[in-house]
């Protein structure tokens, strides 16, 4: 902070005067630069089309409507493989993140040479591929259907529940784990008495946060064949059968809001 | 009970800071010795180095005949359970319950999945409810240790520490985070206790007037290094000074004594709804 002083006494400004210029530049750069970017966009654009949207938008939604109620009593078995992907995927990816997540956190992993490294890696690559991409390729290894579906959402969510996981573990109160060593504790004893009931709040809303979002891509998964309400979407979609794309989003709606209250509750439950 | 004897203790941390330097003390059966000095002396770590949670960087520590020092894990793990401590913010596992914190002192005695399925054998669980009993949490025994208040989670640190059964007790600033009424009653139960079972003790604590009220010995710790070692009435503004540093002395001294009554009995039966 620049003080200085003059006639009046001691002066504070926020910035030295070369600081403001700098400040000055940086904003002009940055908007020069959103400036440039929109022009090289609008060139690649046809803006026919833009202009066109509502009205094209307008027509969607009037195909859609009324929307076709009869098709909704077919969708109860893709809605239930969806919510059996999401819910068998979360559960499986629990049960691989917990040892992930303590060979990754610095202070439980039983060694940082090897297992650490490896750790991150298993973490870092889960969540580098997107579910999708990773059902893609598992209809490819294990035929289309909802098993492609829970392996996707699993290997996708290892990395997410992992790293919320370690992150938990390396931020744990230090005390209570010496506590428990100083009385002659033996390792898996400090783990199970020190380290664990400090994460077990973190660990039951990740669980049920990650369980929520995977309902959400459960129910694009279809999309690519490996099983759920997303087959049905595409279908539909496929068919230019707009009345039932209109019920099936529907659906997917109300299932996210479902397991949105749902999360919700337990995560106010638990803290 | 044995003796605790440090010899040469030193220990450097990696980042190069000299916590103990050299430090040799002789600790015999059943007294209580308090140990102070100004922040940084190294009093904490000069404890954690007797149980080993801090790996000393040269020295011995001998616990009668058994060199701490020397011992590899699985032998460590077994001299830790006659070791006891107390820390400074309780270091109770919150979301456990009393009883749980109290029954993890037996873990140096049970397997690991009793331990998981809290199949504690009947003897600890009797002598918990007693220990329980003793330090005034009766009827808090089904309380989670968050729901207690700071006097009574020291209370439960306590008892954590003595079913252990140990031999030696490390007490690590048990009142700092506590107010004065507090923790003059917790420092009045610790040294009851440790008469009561002729325990041997080393307590660090930065207050003066409770150090000299309830330690029969105080050990001056000032830079990792030993610069007073005598009884509580040793305490001289000259000693005081070599300890801490320069300061009014005797002004401390007068107000400390002025609200220090040499007894007050009952107020560890008084207290329990603390």
Known sequence: ?271 | MPTLSINDLTKRYATGDLAIDQVSLVIPEGQVMALIGPSGAGKSTLIRCVNRLVEPTSGDVLLGDQNITKLGARKLRRARRHIGMIFQEYALVERLTVMENVLSGRLGYVGFWASWLRRFPKQDISDAFTLLDRVGLADMVDKRADELSGGQRQRVGIARALIQNPDLLLVDEPTASLDPKTSRQIMRLITELCRERNLTAVVNIHDVPLAKLFAERVVGLQAGQIVFDGSPEGLSPDVLTRIYGEEDWLATAETGNADMPESEPGVVEADRSL
């Open chain 1, 1 to 271: 902070m620049p003080l200085s002083t003059d006639e009046t006494g001691p002066q504070w400004r926020r910035r030295t005067a070369r600081e403001d210029v700098l400040s000055w530049f940086g904003w002009a750069t940055g908007l020069a630069v959103v400036g440039g970017c929109f022009f090289l966009i609008s060139e690649k654009t046809i803006w026919e089309f833009v202009w066109s949207a509502p009205r094209e938008a307008a027509d969607l939604g009037a195909r859609m409507v009324p929307p076709d109620w009869s098709y909704s009593s077919q969708l109860w078995r893709p809605l239930w493989d969806t919510f059996n992907i999401a819910t068998l995927g979360t559960g499986l990816a629990l049960v691989i993140s917990v040892p992930v997540a303590f060979c990754a956190a610095r202070n439980t992993t039983p060694s940082t040479a090897i297992a650490r490294p490896l750790a991150l890696f298993v973490i870092a690559s889960s969540r580098s591929i997107n579910s999708l991409i990773w059902a893609l390729l598992l209809v490819v290894i294990v035929g289309p259907g909802v098993f492609a579906g829970v392996l996707a959402i699993a290997l996708r969510s290892i990395g997410f529940c992992g790293k919320l996981l370690y992150e938990a573990i390396e931020e744990i109160d230090v005390p209570p784990v010496e506590a428990v060593t100083a009385t002659g504790a033996s390792s898996g004893q400090v783990l199970t008495y020190g380290v664990v009931p400090q994460v077990m709040t973190a660990f039951a809303g990740i669980s049920v946060f990650r369980w929520d979002i995977n309902i959400r891509e459960s129910t694009i998964l279809g999309l690519v064949g490996a099983g759920g309400i997303g087959l049905q979407l595409s279908a539909s979609i496929n068919n230019l059968d707009w009345s039932r794309v209109a019920v099936i989003l529907l659906a997917i709606l109300g299932t996210v809001i479902v397991s949105e209250w749902l999360s919700a509750k337990v995560r106010g439950a638990l803290s």
